[in-house]
């Protein structure tokens, strides 16, 4: 079972974010509703049209399971203006990477689920495995490393994609957390992955 992304747009998020935009004097102009629930019936129907396998694949890869069955996925107009335009939990897009180029959408869309599936099995989050592994890097890094590897393998086995697969912030945590996914590469940092979930629920079941 895999839950169903349900794009919605968010009055009360958008006031929010228009007024972040307010403070920040830059003359920009928050897009319209009609702007922001167009882009979000847009947004769902390439989902729907890309989706095929994805949330299979990230599941099955892991071992972890989904726990939820629809995961809401809240559509703001923020034009980039804050270090938080797209986010896990809850999960939410704005429309300006559709309108750039619907692929940045769908990578970015790919990484915040990803953060998703680690979110809906906390029990299995490789912290202490993370921490040994990585221990000096800084907890974006760590919180990033699976998610990279996982990203690329998705690109990968679901969309045929060898290039140009995922999108690094260009904060410092992010690169480096790319470059150590490079170096290792991703099919080993998955397999350690398991191998290490694997051990854990043995030995809570034990
Ligand atoms: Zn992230």
Same mark, same amino acid.
């Given at each position: 079972?895999?839950?169903?992304?349900? =794009?919605?747009?968010? =009055?009360?998020?958008?006031?929010?974010?228009?007024?972040?935009?307010?403070?920040?004097?830059?003359?920009?102009?928050?897009?319209?509703?009609?702007? *922001?629930?167009?882009?979000?019936?847009?947004?769902?129907?390439?989902?729907?049209?890309? &989706?095929?396998?994805?949330?299979?694949?990230?599941? /099955?890869?892991? !071992?972890?399971?989904?726990?939820?069955?629809? @995961?809401?996925? $809240?559509?703001?107009?923020?034009?980039?203006?804050?270090?938080?335009?797209? =986010?896990? !939990?809850?999960?939410?897009?704005?429309?300006?990477?559709?309108?750039?180029?619907?692929?940045? =959408?769908?990578?970015?869309? @790919? #990484?915040?689920? *990803? !953060?998703?599936?680690?979110? %809906?099995?906390?029990?299995?989050?490789?912290? %202490?495995?993370?921490?040994? &592994?990585?221990?000096?890097?800084? $907890? %974006?890094? &760590?919180? !990033? @490393?699976?998610?990279?590897?996982?990203?690329?393998? *998705?690109?990968?086995?679901? /969309?045929?994609?060898?290039?140009?697969?995922?999108?690094?912030?260009?904060? #410092?945590?992010?690169?480096?957390?790319?470059? @150590?996914?490079?170096?290792?590469?991703?099919?080993? *940092?998955?397999?350690?992955?398991?191998?290490?979930?694997?051990?854990?629920?043995?030995?809570?079941?034990?």
């Amino acid at each position: 079972m895999v839950p169903r992304i349900d =794009f919605e747009p968010s =009055f009360i998020y958008d006031l929010v974010w228009k007024e972040l935009l307010a403070r920040t004097k830059s003359g920009k102009n928050y897009p319209s509703r009609e702007e *922001i629930f167009a882009y979000t019936r847009k947004m769902k129907v390439y989902w729907n049209k890309k &989706k095929r396998g994805i949330l299979e694949e990230m599941a /099955l890869v892991t !071992h972890l399971k989904w726990r939820r069955t629809e @995961i809401p996925c $809240f559509v703001v107009g923020a034009p980039r203006f804050a270090s938080f335009n797209a =986010f896990s !939990h809850p999960l939410t897009m704005h429309i300006q990477d559709y309108q750039e180029n619907p692929e940045l =959408f769908l990578k970015r869309l @790919i #990484h915040e689920l *990803i !953060h998703n599936l680690f979110i %809906d099995n906390p029990d299995l989050w490789p912290e %202490d495995y993370l921490d040994k &592994k990585y221990g000096p890097e800084s $907890f %974006d890094t &760590k919180a !990033h @490393i699976l998610v990279y590897a996982l990203h690329v393998h *998705i690109a990968e086995k679901c /969309l045929n994609k060898k290039k140009n697969i995922v999108h690094t912030s260009e904060k #410092h945590g992010y690169t480096r957390a790319w470059e @150590i996914v490079k170096k290792e590469g991703y099919e080993n *940092i998955i397999r350690e992955f398991v191998e290490y979930i694997e051990e854990k629920k043995k030995r809570s079941n034990s």
